[in-house]
């Protein structure tokens, strides 16, 4: 374990294998459901994580966003050469390292929640601390899986003659997503139960040593009405939660197909043509196209 520890200070990876074995890699839901100690935990190393403050360490919260957006600043000193062209981070857009690029960037943000995990499993009183450091053993970051229905029938924006379409299984984003506040277990009530605000719902955007100023032009051509207080998703909607939801299950199908040619299609036999969006991408789209749309559709602005 000290050899994982002193690889996560010098900022490097090395994944989990060594001191916590292989594990299942769950849908978000699964993981609350099947682990309710594991998701506990995992919230609560999220909620700490970004309560702290913008620190030089290559492992802080800051840090590891900045990786792949903002804040602009370098990551441990690596080249600006290396970052995307838009000048902010690392994210290999069009090129062919585009998808295992997010492997690596995964594993360092799943190491980093681990051995947060631990720490606080550490803080629970001694009856129940066996319990969580288990708990944080089969801890594997967890997926959204877009294409898993969360409820049955859906209306959303469509062609028919009313503007609307309507399908049997709603694919709205996961509730975990969506709640203002959550009821976790914590050490601070020794284990009892503690309404907590959702780090999933949002971002704070902390008061001193946040993003600065002249980088928010990056986000889009509307982030001078962005909120500088906290992530929003779909900021200008009066209904924020419904345009989400009703722009995944519009997208949904569409991806369905597009996911199925790049399966299929002969068009898709050399790595270039479905790695990433260049000039020769077939009509169809790529996996860089694939990823473009899931993450536009839970928020396009801001």
């Known amino acids: 374990m000290e050899a994982l520890n002193q690889a996560h200070r010098d900022g490097v990876v090395k994944g989990l294998k060594d001191v916590a074995g292989v594990a299942d890699r769950l849908d978000v839901d699964e993981l609350l459901v099947k682990h309710p100690e594991t998701f506990n935990l995992f919230c ?31 990551w441990d000193g690596v080249d600006a050469n290396s970052k995307h062209s838009g000048g902010y981070g690392y994210c290999a857009h069009s090129r062919p390292t585009f998808p295992p690029w997010h492997r690596p960037y995964l ?20 009856a129940s601390k066996s319990a969580y450091r288990e708990a944080a053993q089969q801890f594997r970051l967890p997926y959204w899986d877009y294409y898993r229905p969360r409820g049955e029938h859906t209306v959303f924006p469509g062609v028919f003659g009313n503007g609307k379409t309507s399908f049997k299984y709603d694919f709205s984003v996961p509730q975990i997503f969506t709640v203002d506040q959550i009821v976790l277990r914590t050490p601070e009530k020794g284990n009892e139960l503690e309404l907590r605000n959702n780090p999933f719902r949002l971002f704070d955007f902390p008061s001193v040593g946040s993003i600065p100023e002249r980088e928010w ?31 995944i ?22 790595y270039d043509a479905f790695a990433h969006d260049t000039a020769a991408t077939p009509s169809s789209g790529s996996l860089e196209g694939s990823k473009s749309t899931l993450r536009g559709s839970p928020s396009p602005s801001g």
């Open 44 to 74: 609560l190393a999220l909620s700490e994580l970004m309560s702290e403050p913008e620190s030089k360490d290559t492992m802080g919260y800051f840090q590891l966003a900045g990786i792949h957006g903002l804040p602009k600043a370098l």
């Open 217 to 247: 032009s990056i986000v889009g051509q509307d982030s001078a009405n962005f909120s500088r207080q906290q992530t929003q998703r779909y900021p200008f909607s009066p209904d924020p939660l419904k345009s989400m939801n009703d722009a």
């Open 249 to 270: 299950n519009k997208n949904r199908e569409s991806g369905v197909a597009q996911i199925l040619n790049m399966v299929s299609d002969l068009a898709y036999k050399d």
């Open 107 to 126: 594993a360092m943000v799943e190491q980093t929640l681990f051995l947060k995990m631990r720490d606080i499993a550490e803080t629970f009183p001694e």
